[in-house]
């Protein structure tokens, strides 16, 4: 079948079930709104697979079956989720070094400079002070030239030391 056919032919099964698609996984998705994404899911293998699609009347099940397995994942996606959610706040509440609200460790100062800076300032020093990373490596995080990062990273230092310089310099 060529090119063209195959395009026509799913713009019709689109087209004639897309709505009934939606509503199937509207009604099975909490919350609802997340529907359309697994539709667009569903209609995505449908246009991967399009030459493989059933004839006739069967194209509308073979949907149906789609969109099933599709909610399938998306449910165990979800649950995993949950699972992993519930492991890392299990794992920060019982982590105090990864609670910044007190300042048993006289890390306050630090954070509040941190809080001061731009956003960008403080994912570069985060990824170089708590991850560990080189310029070479938070530029191919950030999709990022290397010397663009060096010097990015060190004008976001020179901010940070300003700011735990005022720190200092504000009477408490």
Same mark, same amino acid.
């Given at each position: 079948?060529? #090119?063209?056919?195959?395009?026509? #032919?799913?713009? /019709?099964?689109?087209?004639?079930?897309?709505?009934?698609?939606?509503?199937?996984?509207?009604?099975? &998705?909490?919350?609802?709104?997340?529907?359309?994404?697994?539709?667009?899911?569903?209609?995505?293998?449908?246009? #991967?697979?399009?030459?493989?699609?059933?004839?006739?009347?069967?194209?509308?099940?073979? @949907?149906y079956?789609?969109?099933?397995?599709? @909610?399938?994942?998306?449910?165990?996606?979800?649950?995993?989720?949950?699972?992993?959610?519930?492991?890392?706040?299990? /794992?920060?509440?019982?982590?105090?070094h990864?609670?910044?609200?007190?300042? /048993?460790?006289?890390?306050a100062?630090?954070h509040?400079?941190?809080?001061?800076?731009?956003e960008?300032?403080?994912? @570069?020093?985060?990824?170089?002070?708590?991850?560990?990373?080189t310029?070479?490596?938070?530029?191919?995080?950030?999709?990022?030239?290397?010397a &663009?990062?060096?010097?990015r990273?060190?004008r976001?230092?020179?901010?940070?030391?300003?700011?735990?310089?005022?720190?200092?310099?504000?009477?408490?």
């Amino acid at each position: 079948m060529s #090119r063209d056919l195959l395009a026509q #032919r799913y713009e /019709h099964v689109y087209r004639a079930h897309s709505a009934a698609i939606l509503g199937y996984l509207a009604r099975r &998705t909490e919350p609802p709104e997340d529907a359309a994404d697994l539709a667009a899911e569903v209609f995505t293998v449908a246009w #991967r697979r399009v030459a493989d699609m059933p004839p006739g009347d069967e194209t509308r099940l073979w @949907l149906y079956g789609v969109a099933r397995n599709v @909610l399938a994942n998306h449910r165990r996606g979800r649950t995993r989720r949950h699972r992993l959610a519930d492991r890392l706040r299990e /794992h920060l509440s019982r982590s105090p070094h990864l609670h910044h609200d007190d300042d /048993h460790d006289g890390t306050a100062p630090v954070h509040a400079a941190l809080a001061a800076l731009p956003e960008r300032d403080r994912e @570069l020093i985060a990824l170089t002070a708590w991850e560990g990373m080189t310029p070479a490596e938070i530029a191919v995080v950030l999709d990022a030239d290397p010397a &663009t990062v060096r010097s990015r990273l060190s004008r976001a230092r020179a901010r940070l030391r300003a700011a735990l310089a005022d720190q200092d310099r504000v009477p408490c």
